[in-house]
């Protein structure tokens, strides 16, 4: 599924220029910084986050008059991290700098001012450069897998791969069970005693490639998939009666900042809203004051708003497939476990049934 641009929003000084306007073309919601800037290009992409942009024409004057040195301080005082990008190229030939000032200038940036320094060829890739960051910083970055990998030279080298990370069976091996099977897909269907007939294949290991290549899939690998579990029985969460309200809800502020809810349920007991935030590992402090702020801005969101007329209090709760003895600070937080073996049980049988 494509990713959708229209999830991310980045806060720019000048929302008219060219990569805001380019951005807002691709969906990205732009909301202007108010204040008086003055001529500096910076885009707000989080609380953490904020990015300078300055062309090489621009980054030479700014050398001139100091606003070079003055942007960088601000962006090292207001940001957990700061980035400076350079776009195009530095002409300092053709302006008659002294290339030794421009790498001072670029150098400092990194050494003294603590700015990471990144060098963008036009205003297109900086725009790609600014979208990736936002859907990174937003939305979060996919798991990276540690496995080395290498480009297969041809389709029987691929297939040789494939049958490698079978338990107990390297490169040789898979040469005999491809050339007794013929292909991957029979060595996946192939039972114990058959695998058994190939040379070199002891019980154990053929136990070992059975069990791997039949078994159901249990894992819990995504905050998503918990969510995609108690979408279906929200019972894996609450105790109470609920209704499901909403999923990944996005709380933009007053103060323009931008807020994710990973899921939404009414308290019909209570008559209560009930705010959630999932997490696949232990609990922390920080994922508490984390939930503390949607709620504090719950009234914010016109969904929500109108979820909290006629006096409906709203609450919130952390939760997690981690054992977890977690004590929130805040009273209207409540910590709670859920038995990641129930979660895979019913991602299973949403599996099965988008099989049929």
């Known amino acids: ?14 929302p008219d220029g060219k990569p805001a306007r380019e951005l807002e073309a691709s969906g990205v919601r732009i909301m202007p910084v108010l204040e008086d800037e003055g001529n500096v290009d910076r885009y707000v992409l989080s609380k953490r986050l904020g990015v ?14 100091k606003t070079l040195f003055t942007g960088a301080i601000y962006l090292r005082e207001h940001f957990e991290i700061p980035i400076l990008i350079v776009e195009g190229e530095i002409n300092y030939e053709y302006s008659m700098f002294d290339p030794q000032a421009v790498r001072g200038a670029l150098t400092s940036m990194l050494i003294k001012y603590g700015l990471t320094v ?12 600014l979208s990736m960051m936002a859907r990174q910083e937003q939305v979060g970055i996919p798991e990276i897998s540690l496995i080395p990998k290498r480009k297969a030279v041809d389709l029987p080298d691929l297939q040789r791969r494939v049958i490698e990370m079978l338990p107990g069976c390297g490169m040789v ?4 069970l491809l050339k007794q099977f013929g292909t991957v ?25 059975e ?14 998939d918990i969510e995609d579990a108690i979408e279906a029985d929200p019972s894996l969460l609450f105790h109470e009666e609920v209704q499901f309200v909403a999923r990944q809800h996005c709380i933009y502020t ?8 990973d899921m939404v349920f009414r308290d019909c007991t209570a008559d209560a809203l009930v705010l959630v935030e999932l997490k696949r590992g232990k ?16 009234d914010q969101s016109r969904l929500l708003r109108g979820e909290l007329t006629g006096g409906r209090m709203v609450r919130g709760i952390l939760a997690t497939v981690e054992p977890s003895r977690f004590a929130s600070p805040y009273a209207d937080i409540e910590p709670r476990v859920i038995e990641r073996e129930k979660v895979i049980d019913v991602l299973q049988g949403l599996r099965r049934e988008s099989l049929r």
């Open 185 to 209: 897909r029979r060595i996946a269907n192939a039972s114990a005693e058959e695998l058994l007939a190939v040379r070199g294949i002891g019980q154990r290991t053929a136990d070992g490639m």
């Open 283 to 298: 609990l922390t402090r920080g994922h508490a004051e984390q939930l503390r702020r949607y709620l504090d801005t719950a």
């Open 52 to 65: 300078e942009r300055r062309t090489g024409s621009r980054f030479l004057a700014g050398i001139m008059d």
């Open 118 to 129: 990144l060098s963008t060829r036009d205003v297109g890739e900086t725009v790609a450069l």
């Open 173 to 176: 091996m898979a040469r005999e």
């Open 1 to 14: 599924m494509a990713f959708d641009p229209s999830v991310l929003m980045i806060s720019a000084t000048k």
């Open 254 to 261: 007053d103060a323009q900042d931008r807020h994710v809810v």
């Open 211 to 224: 069990e791997v290549l039949g078994a159901d899939y249990r894992a819990v690998d995504t905050e998503r």
